[in-house]
């Protein structure tokens, strides 16, 4: 049977193709896009039916290629939603999490009701942008009119069979479900005015969402093409796809955001993960996804903008090995680099309120970022192993982050662990491996994981030494 993975991230979109041949996954990418959120009027947003248009694309190419029979599942970036009416039409636009609007409603929602409450119910990471914040931004009228409240994949889904769910990996970074319940948190949904009965019902992985609607068959004529639920939070869908070598695991997404994080079966709710802000989102079959949030390739996506000279991703990384290491050290955490007017100029402003080197070319913009990404990830494993007290012996670094191969070196050097790179589309054979399980060609994650292993090229990575206490001194130092 042939699996199509739609996976659509914050800068890039891909519908890729997936087949069990004998013991290997064999894929294919069928159609690749970009995303990206535009602004208007003060407004940053997802040009959602552009998305939309773009799976249609894909999934015409699927029939060109002779495909008549094929499940479908949809997985993007988490937290946004698009608001319906009860004619099932889009009262809005889909706002992006890159948004002002909610800088500052944490501060007013928790004036009302503490973090320690909210953390306590949900387990979820303070994110200023999570959707109870934006809802709570939502103007009441807007609330009022609105059906159903739709995540951005569930969204998709919808538009394409006529049915609507509410996936839960997706479901959980709103920080609006009691975890201890796994339903809604009913004090939260009252805080923002938002009633229960305005969301879909929930859906695991692995269930028929439905048959592709009559009205998309013209382009595409698929004529037997299901729509299957997958982990449709991508990063839930990274985590599926991460090989697991080994028993102390812990992965990195490595996309527009590193997600570093390890599976557990219960979620990790104490002051300590609290106060360094870990998330217990959550995975497939029940498990968690205790990570924490980084700053990650958002940082040299918008450097790439800034710069007058187009330099394409493996060209930063050549230009950055050319530059002398660990020369700046920058907290790239902090909210200042959430989405600034310009990241050269905000990087080169943070050097020079801490009189440090000013990085003016490209190679020292990229090594700037990924000297200190290697330092971040150190500093969030050591964490990880604190506040968990599990040991985490080795990292896998997946999704296309993986393709750095300097960072994954860097990586390794400081954090002495050992980094295995790859697979780059491991949130789509993620997402894939959830439809094989679901068509009963794969037990389970264990199976898949291993199907993983035979089929794709994972790189390792062994530390060399490195004064690793010394550059997280000089980072505490400046960030
Ligand atoms: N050849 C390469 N060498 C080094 N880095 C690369 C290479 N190709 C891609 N990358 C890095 O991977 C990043 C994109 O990763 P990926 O495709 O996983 O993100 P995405 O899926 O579009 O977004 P999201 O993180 O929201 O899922 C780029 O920003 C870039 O930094
Ligand atoms: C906004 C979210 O934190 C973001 O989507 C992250 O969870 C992610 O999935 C990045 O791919
Ligand atoms: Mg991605």
């Not at 002398?324 to 920058?330: D, K, L």
Request: glycine fraction near 8%; aromatic fraction near 10%.
């Amino acid at each position: 049977m042939l699996h199509i993975a739609v996976d659509i991230g914050a800068s890039s979109g891909r519908l890729v193709a997936g087949e069990r041949k004998e013991n290997k996954l064999e894929i294919k990418e069928i159609h690749r896009f970009a995303n990206g959120f535009m602004e208007r009027e003060g407004t940053s947003y997802w040009d959602i039916d552009h998305l939309l248009m773009e799976i249609v694309k894909g999934l015409a190419t699927v029939k060109k290629l002779g495909y008549e029979t094929c499940t479908v599942g949809i997985d993007t970036w988490a937290v946004d939603y698009v608001l319906i009416d009860e004619k099932g039409n889009r009262l809005q636009e889909a706002v992006s999490y890159r948004d002002k609007r909610t800088e500052k409603t944490i501060e007013k929602l928790t004036k009302k009701i503490s973090k320690g409450f909210i953390y306590e119910k949900t387990g979820i990471q303070f994110l200023p942008f999570n959707t109870i914040y934006q809802l709570f931004e939502e103007a009441p009228e807007l609330i009022r009119k609105t059906d159903k409240i739709l995540m951005v994949p569930d969204y998709l889904g919808f538009r394409l069979t006529g049915n609507a769910v509410l996936e839960v990996t997706n479901a959980s970074t709103m920080q609006l479900l009691n975890v201890k319940k796994r339903d809604f948190d009913d004090d939260l949904l009252e805080l923002i005015s938002v009633k229960k009965e305005q969301f879909p019902y929930f859906s695991e992985p692995g269930q028929e969402l439905g048959r592709l609607k009559k009205e998309w068959f013209p382009s595409y004529d698929l004529p037997d093409c299901k729509i299957v639920t997958v982990a449709s939070h991508d990063t839930a869908s990274a985590v599926a796809g991460t090989p697991g070598i080994g028993e102390g695991w812990a992965y990195l997404s490595s996309g527009t955001w590193s997600l570093l994080g390890i599976e557990t079966s219960e979620p990790v709710i104490t002051d300590l993960s609290l106060e360094n802000n870990y998330t217990n989102e959550w995975g497939t079959f029940q498990s968690f996804r205790f990570l924490k949030n980084i700053i990650g390739m958002w940082i040299i996506q918008e450097v790439r903008k800034s710069l007058p000279q187009d330099y394409n991703y493996s060209q930063f990384v050549e230009e950055a090995k050319k530059v002398e290491r660990f020369q700046r050290f920058i907290n790239f955490n902090d909210d200042r680099f959430i989405n600034p007017i310009d990241m050269a100029v905000e990087i080169q402003a943070y050097c020079r309120e801490t009189n440090q080197p000013i990085p003016e070319t490209a190679g020292e913009l990229a090594g700037c970022i990924y000297d200190n990404l290697a330092i971040i990830y150190t500093m969030v494993i050591k964490e990880l192993e604190e506040i968990t007290g599990q040991s985490i012996d080795c990292l896998h670094i997946v999704g296309g982050g993986a393709q750095n191969e300097l960072l994954n070196q860097l990586t390794a050097d400081v954090s002495g662990k050992t980094v295995y790179a790859g697979p780059s589309e491991a949130t789509a054979i993620g997402n894939l491996l959830l439809q094989m399980i679901a068509a009963g060609e794969l037990a389970d994650l264990h199976e898949g994981r291993q199907l993983i292993r035979k089929s794709f090229d994972i790189k390792e990575f062994i530390p060399a030494a490195v004064q690793t206490e010394t550059l997280i001194n000089r980072f505490n130092q400046y960030g």
